[in-house]
């Protein structure tokens, strides 16, 4: 019963409709625009828990020069600046990079399109992109982009989410929408499907299509804590795009459906203190530039 909701779920938000990039692009900036902040409140603490294992693939080390695609508020850049690297963050997001800049002032960040890079062949060592890739109209363009800034032997690396069966943290909230019957507001433009590369052979494809080679998949997983329902409910709400603006065009009576389908699904994960115990998994991905 579960996969097959789960199934059902990764749909949900997504259709068999034409994707248009500039359009999804646009939404996509515009909404991590606004959720600067928040993001850096709500998900931040989630998504750090994947930078040490993604500068691990892209071999980050002392005196490595670093891209950080979609630096958000410059958690993978200040990570990398630890290790002695020298980071220069990217964001399409004018918000964020103000943010991040407020956060790390001695670290350099600019605003720029991952699809268009304003940097030279070869100028950097690694390039990271945490949660980057699944918020790209065209990540084919994005891909052969890194290729390009990054110099003979070294390396990407890229993260994802997992299918919502094994990442629950968002698969509660994807099942409850499924199961409440929600739509896709007609506002949300059309983009590529949130899980695709969740498939590892897809993600390799992907690196291998920008000519990267020895091209690796790994699964990190944990569990992530939370005081309850109410704090996760607000996480997802408050520091995503697609998945509040799919909340927030919903009918009134659909959403109190979500809420009621989504406490009880969470109630699996409840303990007896009412914090919450979810599991997450997170596909990471690294290939190198060997060719000259």
């Not at 200040?78 to 004018?94: F, I, L, N, Q």
């Not at 994802?160 to 994807?174: A, H, I, N, S, Y």
């Not at 709400?237 to 909340?247: M, P, Y």
Request: neutral net charge; proline residues 5%.
């Amino acid at each position: 019963m579960r996969a097959s909701r789960l199934r059902a779920s990764i749909k949900c938000g997504m259709n068999a409709q034409a994707i248009d990039a500039e359009a999804f692009n646009a939404f996509e900036a515009a909404g991590w625009n606004e959720r600067a902040g928040r993001y850096d409140r709500f998900f931040g603490l989630l998504t750090k828990r994947v930078i040490e294992p993604l500068l691990d693939a892209a071999e980050v080390g002392a005196e490595t020069r670093v891209l950080d695609l979609a630096t958000g508020p410059g958690y993978a850049s200040a990570a990398s600046a630890a290790r002695g690297a020298t980071a220069v963050g990217v964001d399409v997001a004018g918000e964020m990079i103000a943010l991040a800049r407020r956060l790390h002032p001695r670290l350099e960040f600019v605003q720029a399109d991952a699809e268009r890079l304003p940097f030279a062949d070869g100028s950097f060592d690694a390039v990271v992109g945490n949660f980057l890739i699944l918020h790209l109209g065209r990540p084919e363009r994005a891909a052969a982009e890194m290729a390009r800034v990054l110099a003979p032997g070294g390396k990407v690396a890229l993260s994802t989410w997992d299918v919502p069966e094994r990442t629950r943290l968002l698969g509660v909230l994807l099942e409850a929408a499924h199961e409440a019957g929600a739509e896709p507001p007609a506002y949300i433009p059309v983009g590529p499907p949130f899980f695709r590369f969740a498939d590892e052979p897809e993600f390799t494809a992907l690196l291998e299509s920008a000519g990267l080679s020895d091209v690796e998949v790994r699964t990190v997983s944990f569990t992530h804590r939370l005081s309850g329902a109410d704090e996760l409910w607000k996480l997802l709400r408050d520091g995503t795009v697609r998945t509040r603006a799919l909340l927030l065009g919903q009918p009134e009576q659909t959403l109190t459906r979500i809420r009621g389908a989504f406490d009880r699904l969470v109630r699996e994960y409840t303990g007896g203190d009412a914090s919450v115990a979810l599991p997450v998994s997170v596909k990471v991905a690294a290939g190198r530039k060997t060719h000259r």
